[in-house]
Nanobody
Framework: QVQLVESGGGLVQAGGSLRLSCVAS????????MGWYRQAPGKERELVAV???????TYSNALEGRFTVSRDNLKEAMYLQMTSLKPEDTAVYFC????????????????WGQGTQVTVSS
């Protein structure tokens, strides 16, 4: 019913930048909060950033202000600008969205993308 597709991952040297994108599609009436999570090998999935429908953002304290999340409601898309990347940022990055679909009786549900790999070399 709803698909989230991430893109923009890749291999980058420490200190570099990447911009991730997440595009939603399907029977979408409204997208509420959207978020980025990441999961490094052998670790739990952790929150990176969340952004409300109105554009208010919350970040993990561990990011030290290096990442910026944004969204384009008309395009049903969310972005993550990552700067000053470190090897410890290496992970699979997932996007998630709280979506109200055309089947309104189902209410708002959380959907996840398949993830995009970010690898930062030292």
């Amino acid at each position: 019913q709803v698909q989230l597709v991430e893109s923009g991952g890749g291999l980058v040297q420490a200190g570099g930048s990447l911009r991730l994108s997440c595009v939603a599609s399907g029977e979408i009436l409204r997208i509420h909060d959207m978020g980025w999570y990441r999961q490094a090998p052998g670790k739990e999935r952790e929150l990176v950033a969340v952004i409300t429908e109105e554009g208010a953002a919350t970040y993990s304290n561990a990011l030290e202000g290096r990442f910026t999340v944004s969204r384009d409601n008309l395009k049903e898309a969310m972005y993550l600008q990552m700067t000053s990347l470190k090897p410890e940022d290496t992970a699979v990055y997932f996007c998630t969205a709280a979506v109200l679909t055309s089947n309104v009786l189902r209410g708002v549900r959380d959907y996840w993308g398949q993830g995009t790999q970010v690898t930062v070399s030292s």
